[in-house]
């Protein structure tokens, strides 16, 4: 099983810029696994921030992330994308792609898979 996670990068806070990054995943049938992402700041604990059910009509976020950023997958590719506008410093962290058979959308240790993670950083 691989999730390989892409499309971080830098971004300045307040320019409009926006992010895209997207995690693919091998090994699994991906249609019949509920994707969630993750992140974790320097420091800090990781956590939760977005999460899609198996067919993308069921979607949940983090309070800090509700209104700016998107999820989205698409079973076709076996990809699973996270649209990220409206960028601050604090979303500055190594955002993680994981994978699980389960329901439990916000649950860090529901997932059974992981990918490596993309840095994103938001300069002020």
């Known amino acids: 099983v691989q999730l390989q996670a892409s499309g971080g990068g830098l971004v300045q806070a307040g320019a409009g810029d926006s992010l895209r990054p997207s995690c693919a995943a091998s090994?699994?049938?991906?249609?019949?696994?509920?994707m969630g992402w993750f992140r974790q700041a320097p420091a800090k604990e990781r956590g939760f921030v977005a999460a899609?059910?198996?067919?993308?009509?069921?979607?949940y976020y983090a309070d800090s992330v509700k209104g700016r950023f998107t999820i989205s997958r698409d079973n076709d590719k076996n990809t699973v994308y996270l649209e990220m506008n409206s960028l601050k410093p604090e979303d500055t962290a190594v955002y993680f792609c994981?994978?699980?058979?389960?329901?439990?959308?916000?649950?860090?240790?529901?997932?059974?898979?992981w990918g490596q993670g993309t840095q994103v950083t938001v300069s002020s």
């Open positions: 899609i059910g198996r067919s993308g009509d069921t979607t």
């Open positions: 994981a994978a699980q058979l389960g329901l439990y959308y916000t649950k860090e240790n529901a997932y059974a898979y």
């Open positions: 090994g699994i049938t991906f249609r019949q696994f509920t």
